[in-house]
Nanobody
Framework: QVQLVESGGGLVQAGGSLRLSCAAS????????MGWFRQAPGKEREVVAT????????NYADSVKGRFTISRDNAKNTVYLQMNSLKPEDTAVYYC??????????????????WGQGTQVTVSS
């Protein structure tokens, strides 16, 4: 499995922006589809955005479309999540995840081919 480390979370006011980063270690990063997930207190983990191995196709949850952008830099083994126009309901722990040569994602913490440790995003009203 690939090792993933997120960074960039924090406290921001509603309407503000944050950029999350997820650095991957190991070989063949370009063979992994990457995704961002989030889990709010008392709620199930949900997918936020995914990106294919080449970065050519992205998908977003309806709740973040038009506000969040996922991107990747395969030369740096890093995937990003740019979050704009943040809302209090975006408050959650954000996780990045990897899938090796497949686009079949699961929200299970024991699924996929790697999870980061998570980074807290708190949006104040």
């Amino acid at each position: 499995q690939v090792q993933l480390v997120e960074s960039g979370g924090g406290l921001v006011q509603a309407g503000g922006s944050l950029r999350l980063s997820c650095a991957a270690s190991g070989r063949s990063f370009s063979n992994y589809a990457m995704g961002w997930f989030r889990q709010a207190p008392g709620k199930e983990r949900e997918v936020v955005a995914t990106i294919t191995m080449s970065g050519g196709t992205t998908n977003y949850a309806d709740s973040v479309k038009g506000r969040f952008t996922i991107s990747r830099d395969n030369a740096k083994n890093t995937v990003y999540l740019q979050m704009n126009s943040l809302k209090p309901e975006d408050t959650a722990v954000y996780y990045c995840a990897a899938r090796y040569k497949t686009l079949a994602w699961t929200t299970s913490p024991v699924g996929n081919d790697g999870w980061g440790q998570g980074t807290q995003v708190t949006v104040s009203s």
